[in-house]
C-alpha cells in the first residue's frame, strides 16, 4: 500500500458525500424536505394522478385522427379529424384557394423581415432592415391585391392569416404611436399634454369591443357622407389606437424611470428636445420598457380575438362556427383546445423572446 | 464685436425662442384637434339628420320587451329600456366582483406556489400561469362554456347533492332564502358583530402598541360576526324558510339556479387574471430584500408572523399597482360576456335595446359612459388604499 503525497494545494476534488447527489438527494431535497413539504408533494401527485391519464387518454389515444364527419369519431376520445377536414380554413379563412400562394408568400417575406428586425445577427443587416420598412405595403399589397394582382376583398380575410394581419399591423404601427402619446403626456405644453392624458384614458377606461362596435356600427356617422370605409381597416384602425394608449402608458413608465439628470446633461450639450429624445432618452426609456412593451403586443395579439364580435372570422370565429356546423357537432372542447395551441405558441414565443432581449441589452445594470 | 445675425427672419426667430415655439406648437395643436372634432361632430350632425334622427335618451323609458333570464331585480318584458340596463349593468358589477374576489384568493396562491421550495407544486404553477396567461380570454370562456354546456348532464340526470344542490348543463340549481319576520333580529346582531369587530381590531391594536399584550384578535371577531348570529337564529327557530328546488318535468322548479353562462365566464376571468396576479404577487414577494427576512428571523419572529408583519405589507406596496390594472382588466374583459350570452351591460342596452331601438349614439354612449366610471372607482379605490399601505417617509 502506498501513501501518495501531494504539495499543498495540489490534491485532486474528492468526490461529494454520498448523501448529497443524486435522484434520492435531489427528490430529498426538492420535494420531501419537510413534513408539510411531503403532504404537498403527495397531493399535487395524486391530483396529477387524478386528472393527467384521463386527460392524456382522451387527447390522444382514444382520440380519433382521420373522418369526414363526427360519426367517424369515437365516441369516448377526443375528435381530430375536424383539423385535417378543416385545416385550410383556420389557415386561410375564405381567401381564394389559387390566391392562396400569395399568402403564403406574405408569411415567408414577412419571417424574412421579422428576422432582420428582431435577430441582429443576420448577414447583411442594413439592406435587410430598409426591407422590412417597406414590408408592410408589400404585405398589403400581397394580400389585398390591386396594382397588378387580382384584388381580393377583405372580408375574404379569415382564420391565421387574419390574426397575423391585425397583429401585425398593430404591432408596426402602435409603438410608435404609442411613444408619440408618452411623450405627448410627458410634454410640458398643456394642451397637448391634456389631449394626450384624456385619449389615453378615455381608451384605456373602455372595453375593446365597446370601440369595435363603434368601428363597425357608428363609425360612418362620423365621416363625411358617402363616405365608405373597409370594414377590417376600421378594425385595425382601432385596434391600433387601443393598444398605442396601453403602450403610451408602459413607456411613461420607462420615461419616469430615468434620472432628470439624462435630459439635463442632454440639453447642456447643446442637444433640441428631438436629438435629446432621440439620442438620450428613449434608447434608455425604450430598453427599461422591453418587458412591457412585449407584454402590451402580447395582449394585443389576443385581443385580436375580439373582432369575432362585429363578424370577422380569425381562428377562433372560424372554431365557433365549426362548432355549430351540423357535421362536427358537439365539438367544442377539441376546436378550441386547438386554436388555444396555436396561440400558446405564438404568444410564448414572443414572451421568450422578450426574456432573450432583455438579458442581451442588460449591460451593467445587474446587480 | 458682433453678435452671429444669421436670424434676421423674424418668423425664424420667434421659431428658435423656446417660449414663443411653444406658443406656436400649442396653437397649432389646438386649431388641429378643434378642427378634427368639429369635422366629425358636424359629420355626425350632418348625417343623422339626413336619416332623421336625433340624439335622444326618452327611448330609455320605452318598453325593453325582451327577457333577461338572469335578472337580480324585478324585471319582465313589459319593463323599460332603462330598467334592463340596470340588470344588465348588476349583471356585470356582479360577475365583475365575483370575478375579482376569486381571482385575488386564487392569484396569492398562485404566486405562493411559484415560490414554494417544493420543485412539484412550483412547476404545476408555472405550467398552469404560462397556459392561461398565453392563450386569449375570450377563448377561456368559449372553452370553458362549451365543456360546462357539453359535459354536464341534462337536468334528469343531475348530479345531486343531498337533494338540495343540484349541478346540471342548465346552471347550478340551489335553495333560495325566504326570510321569515324574526330574521331583522339576526341580520341586526351581524351589524352589531361587524361594529364590534371594527372598534375591537383598533382597541386591541392600541394596547399592543402601548402595553405589548396581543389579544386573539381573530378568533373574537369570528366570535362576534359568525359564532352570535348563528347562536340567535338558531334560538329564534331559524328563521329562514329555504325554497328548495325539485325535478318537475324537464326542469327544476323553485329555488335559484346559477346560470351555466355566469359559471362559463366568472371562472374563465378568474382563473385567467389570477395567472397574472400570481405573477405579479410573485415579483412583489420576490423584490422583498432578503436581509428583511433574515432580520426578522434574528429577532426571534416565528416564520408565519414574519411572512405576516415583516414580507407582505412591504410587498403589497409593491404589488398594488400592477394588481389595479389586473382588476381593471377583469371589469373589462367582463364585456365579452356578449360571446356565450350572458346578459351583462354590453349585450343588455349596448346589444338587444341598441337593435331595437337604433339609437346607436345613445346606447354607446351610456355603455361607455358606465364603463369609464367603473373604472374610474376601482383605480380611485385602489389609489386610497394605495396611499395607506405607502411608506410613510419623514
Not at chain 1, 392524456?56 to 364527419?69: E, K, P, R, S
Not at chain 1, 412593451?293 to 394585443?300: A, E, M, R, S, Y
Not at chain 2, 373604472?375 to 399601505?389: A, E, K, P, T, V
Amino acid at each position: 500500500m502506498t501513501k501518495e503525497t501531494y504539495a499543498p494545494g495540489t490534491h485532486p476534488s474528492l468526490p461529494p458525500p454520498k448523501n448529497t447527489v443524486g435522484v434520492i438527494y435531489w427528490l430529498r431535497e426538492n420535494l420531501f424536505s419537510s413534513a408539510t413539504n411531503s403532504i404537498v408533494t403527495l397531493v399535487s401527485i395524486y391530483l396529477l394522478y387524478l386528472a393527467l391519464p384521463s386527460a392524456i387518454n382522451w387527447l390522444f389515444i382514444d382520440a380519433t385522427y382521420v373522418g369526414t364527419t363526427r360519426k367517424d369519431c369515437a365516441p369516448d376520445g377526443a375528435c381530430l379529424a375536424f383539423i385535417g377536414e378543416r385545416f385550410n380554413l383556420f389557415v386561410y379563412g375564405f381567401y381564394p384557394a389559387e390566391l392562396r400562394w400569395r399568402v403564403n408568400l406574405a408569411t415567408l417575406l414577412l419571417v424574412v423581415a421579422g428576422a432582420a428586425v428582431l435577430w441582429d445577427k443576420i448577414p447583411a443587416r442594413k439592406h435587410m432592415l430598409k426591407f422590412a420598412m417597406v414590408y408592410p405595403f408589400i404585405g398589403a399589397w400581397l394580400l389585398t391585391g390591386g396594382f397588378g394582382l387580382e384584388s381580393v376583398g377583405t372580408h375574404l380575410f379569415g382564420g391565421l392569416m387574419l390574426t397575423l394581419t391585425i397583429g401585425v399591423t398593430g404591432i408596426v404601427f402602435s409603438l410608435p404611436l404609442g411613444i408619440l402619446l408618452a411623450l405627448g403626456r410627458q410634454s410640458n405644453l398643456p394642451i397637448i399634454k391634456y389631449f394626450c392624458i384624456g385619449f389615453i384614458e378615455f381608451i384605456r377606461g373602455v372595453p375593446l369591443i365597446t370601440l369595435l362596435f363603434v368601428a363597425s356600427t357608428m363609425l360612418s356617422y362620423f365621416l363625411p357622407p358617402g363616405t365608405t370605409f373597409d370594414l377590417l381597416m376600421r378594425v385595425l384602425i382601432m385596434v391600433t389606437l387601443f393598444a398605442s394608449a396601453y403602450m403610451a402608458e408602459v413607456i411613461r413608465g420607462g420615461l419616469q424611470a430615468l434620472p432628470k439628470g439624462q435630459l439635463e446633461a442632454a440639453e447642456s450639450l447643446g442637444l433640441n428636445y428631438g436629438q435629446a429624445m432621440r439620442f438620450i432618452i428613449l434608447p434608455q426609456a425604450l430598453k427599461i420598457s422591453i418587458p412591457g412593451i412585449v407584454n402590451t403586443f402580447i395582449g394585443l395579439y389576443k385581443d385580436s380575438t375580439l373582432v369575432i364580435v362585429i363578424g370577422l372570422l380569425d381562428p377562433l370565429g372560424i372554431g365557433r362556427a365549426s362548432v355549430a356546423d351540423s357535421d362536427w357537432l358537439g365539438l367544442s372542447t377539441e376546436v378550441y383546445l386547438f386554436v388555444a395551441v396555436f396561440f400558446f405558441i405564438s404568444c410564448f414565443g414572443m414572451a421568450r423572446y422578450s426574456l432573450y432581449l432583455e438579458n442581451k441589452l442588460n449591460t451593467g445594470h445587474k446587480r | 464685436m458682433s453678435t452671429p445675425t444669421s436670424n434676421t427672419n423674424p418668423l425664424l426667430r420667434a421659431w428658435y425662442d423656446k417660449e414663443t415655439r411653444s406658443v406656436i406648437v400649442q396653437i397649432i395643436a389646438a386649431a388641429l384637434i378643434l378642427a378634427f372634432f368639429s369635422f366629425i361632430i358636424n359629420n355626425a350632425v350632418v348625417n343623422l339628420s339626413n336619416i332623421g334622427k336625433d340624439i335622444n335618451f326618452s327611448f330609455l323609458w320605452d318598453n325593453a320587451s325582451y327577457d333577461i333570464n338572469q335578472h337580480l331585480i324585478e324585471y319582465s318584458s313589459t319593463s323599460s329600456h332603462f330598467r334592463a340596463m340596470i340588470v344588465g349593468l348588476i349583471n356585470t358589477l356582479l360577475v365583475a366582483v365575483a370575478g375579482i374576489v376569486l381571482a385575488t384568493i386564487l392569484g396569492f396562491l398562485l404566486g405562493v406556489m411559484r415560490l414554494s421550495s417544493n420543485w412539484l407544486t412550483q412547476k404545476i404553477a408555472y405550467v398552469y400561469i404560462e397556459y392561461m396567461r398565453n392563450v386569449p380570454v375570450l377563448l377561456h370562456i368559449l372553452l370553458l362554456h362549451g365543456l360546462i354546456v357539453s359535459s354536464l348532464p341534462r337536468p334528469k340526470g343531475s348530479y345531486n347533492f343531498g337533494d338540495t344542490f343540484f349541478l346540471n348543463n342548465r346552471g347550478f340549481q340551489m335553495p333560495s332564502p325566504e326570510f321569515q319576520s324574526l330574521f331583522w333580529i339576526v341580520s341586526g346582531f351581524v351589524v352589531g358583530g361587524l361594529a364590534f369587530a371594527w372598534w375591537f381590531s383598533r382597541h386591541a391594536q392600541k394596547v399592543q402598541d402601548t402595553t405589548g399584550k396581543a389579544y386573539p384578535v381573530a378568533l373574537i371577531n369570528i366570535a362576534a360576526i359568525v359564532l352570535l348570529p348563528l347562536a340567535v337564529y338558531f334560538i329564534l327557530g331559524s328563521p329562514i324558510e329555504w325554497d328548495v328546488p325539485a325535478l318537475k318535468g324537464f326542469n327544476f322548479k323553485g329555488g335559484m339556479v346559477i346560470r351555466p353562462e355566469f359559471i362559463a365566464l366568472w371562472l374563465a376571468l378568474s382563473l385567467y387574471t389570477a395567472a397574472f396576479i400570481g405573477e405579479i404577487v410573485r415579483a412583489g414577494i420576490v423584490a422583498i430584500d432578503h436581509g428583511q427576512t433574515e432580520a426578522a428571523q434574528a429577532l426571534g419572529i416565528s416564520n408565519s408572523r414574519v411572512l405576516k408583519l415583516v414580507v407582505i405589507p412591504q410587498a403589497l406596496r409593491v404589488i398594488i399597482p400592477p394588481l389595479t390594472s389586473q382588476y381593471l382588466n377583469l371589469a373589462k374583459n367582463s364585456s365579452l360576456a356578449l360571446a356565450i350570452g350572458y346578459m351583462d351591460i354590453v349585450a343588455t342596452i349596448g346589444g338587444i335595446s341598441l337593435n331595437q331601438t337604433g339609437r346607436e349614439m345613445e346606447c354607446m354612449l351610456i355603455v361607455m359612459g358606465i364603463y369609464l366610471a367603473i373604472s374610474l372607482i376601482i383605480s380611485s379605490g385602489m389609489n386610497w388604499y394605495n396611499n395607506r399601505m405607502q411608506l410613510v417617509e419623514r
